[in-house]
C-alpha cells in the first residue's frame, strides 16, 4: 500500500498578502506630524472661527493665532482621547464642514 503525499503549490493569494505586508510595514517607519508654532497653545482670541468653514485657510490662521504645535480638526464622528496637552490646538467640526469651536486641549 502506498500513501501519496500532497504536493506543494504555491497559493495565488500569498504574493498579494505578502505585498501587503511589505506596504504596511513601510507605514510604520514614516515620522509622524511635525510640529510647529511656540508649542503653547492660547485659544482667548480665536472666536472668530466659529461659524466659518473648516478649510485650510482658516486652519493655517487658527494654527498660527494660537502659537499650537499641533493643530488637531475633530470631525463630527471621530473619537477623541480626553488627554491634554499644552500645545495643541482642538478645532471641532459639524457635519457642514463649519467650525464648533477651537480650544485648546
Known amino acids: 500500500m502506498t500513501t501519496l503525499l500532497p504536493?506543494?503549490?504555491?497559493s495565488t493569494r500569498a504574493?498579494?498578502?505578502?505585498?501587503?505586508?511589505?506596504?504596511l510595514s513601510?507605514?510604520?517607519?514614516?515620522?509622524?506630524?511635525q510640529v510647529a508654532g511656540s508649542g503653547?497653545?492660547?485659544?482667548a482670541?480665536?472666536?472668530?472661527?466659529?461659524g466659518q468653514p473648516a478649510d485650510e485657510a482658516n486652519l493655517?490662521?487658527?494654527?498660527?493665532?494660537?502659537?499650537?504645535?499641533?493643530?488637531?480638526?475633530i470631525g463630527p464622528t471621530t473619537a477623541v482621547k480626553h488627554d491634554t496637552r499644552s500645545d495643541?490646538?482642538?478645532?471641532?467640526?459639524d457635519a457642514q464642514?463649519?467650525?464648533?469651536?477651537?480650544r485648546c486641549e
Open 60 to 73: 493655517r490662521r487658527l494654527s498660527s493665532e494660537s502659537g499650537a504645535g499641533l493643530v488637531n480638526p
Open 26 to 33: 513601510a507605514c510604520v517607519s514614516t515620522p509622524g506630524p
Open 45 to 50: 482670541s480665536l472666536g472668530w472661527a466659529v
Open 40 to 43: 503653547t497653545c492660547k485659544d
Open 97 to 102: 464642514n463649519q467650525i464648533t469651536a477651537a
Open 7 to 10: 504536493t506543494y503549490r504555491p
Open 88 to 93: 495643541r490646538l482642538r478645532v471641532y467640526i
Open 15 to 23: 504574493i498579494p498578502i505578502a505585498l501587503a505586508a511589505m506596504a
